[in-house]
């Protein structure tokens, strides 16, 4: 009968081990929330992961990303958790009336993200561009009327996917500027590489009333895409492991409690004989 217990006591301690792995072995989702009060940036992450080496750029009138002067560098930034950056004087260029800036970061396992946002966003266009991502890149057309487009600024973070965590680590925040697209001057279909990630693009068309957006959904997710990028499998199914971790726990539990029973009943342990 000891024998029994002892088997009982194993049997509900490997029950009990995959509800006892931390919640941060499962993925989760980041996004932030932003304000804009003078020259401070405030950056605030919610979701339900944290977020590593959090930095912040702003576009400025040449279509580079300006990285912003953090007050407070983190490595880790946590749910809730605000992050505030120097915001510097608007320059003159007409694209910087829009205020656009980007916050990259990198998720637990090292894969690193970006998140496009506005200040003052302009209006969705009237007209809009055939604009897709075709084999892994980003193609647009020309307008059929330069007079009314008569250039777009392409806005995406660069994701290059899940391809660097394979080597050595460096979290080194790598953003292209943005690129500018004359219609006046280009008349053929311009491909653009935005990484094997495929982010979602906004594209920004100068028109006669000023600056209007077109999102182009992106790539992976859009009809006929190749989908979400492949992980490790068993990171993909995490939820299952900790699924079946819990019925374990239940199974262990109920045999616990009835070898507890039938030793009851069986007498155990009986009393020695004087």
């Given at each position: 009968m000891?024998?029994?217990?002892?088997?009982?006591?194993?049997?509900l301690?490997?029950?009990?081990m995959?509800?006892?792995?931390p919640?941060?072995?499962?993925a989760?989702?980041?996004?932030y929330?932003f304000?804009?009060?003078?020259?401070?940036?405030?950056?605030t992450?919610q979701?339900?992961?944290?977020?590593?080496?959090?930095?912040?750029?702003?576009?400025?009138?040449?279509?580079d990303?300006e990285?912003?002067?953090?007050l407070?560098p983190?490595a880790?930034?946590?749910k809730?958790v605000?992050?505030?950056?120097?915001?510097?004087?608007?320059g003159t260029?007409p694209?910087?009336?829009?205020?656009a800036?980007?916050?990259?970061?990198?998720?637990s396992?090292?894969?690193?993200?970006?998140?496009?946002?506005?200040?003052?966003?302009?209006p969705?266009?009237?007209?809009t561009?055939?604009?897709?991502?075709?084999?892994g890149?980003?193609?647009l057309?020309?307008?059929?009327?330069?007079?009314?487009?008569?250039a777009?600024?392409?806005?995406a973070p660069?994701?290059e996917?899940?391809?660097p965590i394979?080597?050595?680590?460096s979290?080194?925040?790598?953003?292209?500027a943005?690129?500018?697209?004359?219609?006046?001057?280009?008349?053929?279909?311009?491909?653009?590489?935005?990484?094997?990630?495929?982010?979602?693009?906004?594209?920004?068309?100068e028109?006669?009333a000023?600056?209007?957006?077109q999102?182009?959904?992106?790539?992976?997710?859009?009809?006929?895409?190749?989908?979400?990028?492949?992980?490790t499998?068993?990171?993909?199914?995490?939820?299952?492991f900790?699924?079946?971790?819990?019925?374990?726990?239940?199974?262990g539990?109920?045999?616990?409690v009835?070898?507890a029973?039938?030793?009851?009943?069986?007498?155990w342990?009986?009393?020695?004989?004087?």
């Open positions: 000891k024998a029994l217990f002892r088997r009982a006591a194993a049997m301690l490997l029950a009990l995959p509800g006892l792995l919640p941060a072995a499962f989760g989702s980041i996004a929330t304000s804009l009060t003078g020259n401070e940036l405030t950056m992450l979701g339900d992961t944290s977020a590593y080496y959090p930095a912040a750029f702003r576009l400025a009138g040449s279509g990303w990285k912003l002067e953090p407070g983190m880790e930034q946590t809730g605000a992050m505030r950056f120097r915001w510097p004087d608007q260029a694209i910087e009336a829009v205020k800036f980007m916050v990259r970061f990198f998720d396992s090292g894969v690193g993200f970006g998140q496009v946002a506005f200040f003052a966003a302009p969705a266009a009237a007209r561009t055939n604009a897709a991502y075709v084999d890149q980003l193609r057309h020309p307008p059929n009327d330069p007079n009314l487009i008569r777009t600024w392409v806005i660069l994701e996917g899940i391809a394979a080597g050595p680590l979290f080194v925040h790598r953003q292209p943005a690129r500018r697209i004359d219609w006046g001057r280009v008349l053929t279909p311009v491909a653009i590489d935005n990484g094997p990630g495929q982010p979602l693009a906004l594209l920004l068309h028109t006669p000023g600056f209007e957006s999102t182009i959904q992106g790539g992976r997710s859009q009809p006929g895409g190749p989908g979400a990028e492949q992980r499998p068993w990171l993909k199914s995490a939820a299952l900790y699924a079946a971790g819990l019925v374990l726990l239940l199974a539990l109920a045999f616990a009835f070898a029973v039938f030793a009851r009943v069986k007498g342990p009986r009393s020695k004989a004087a």
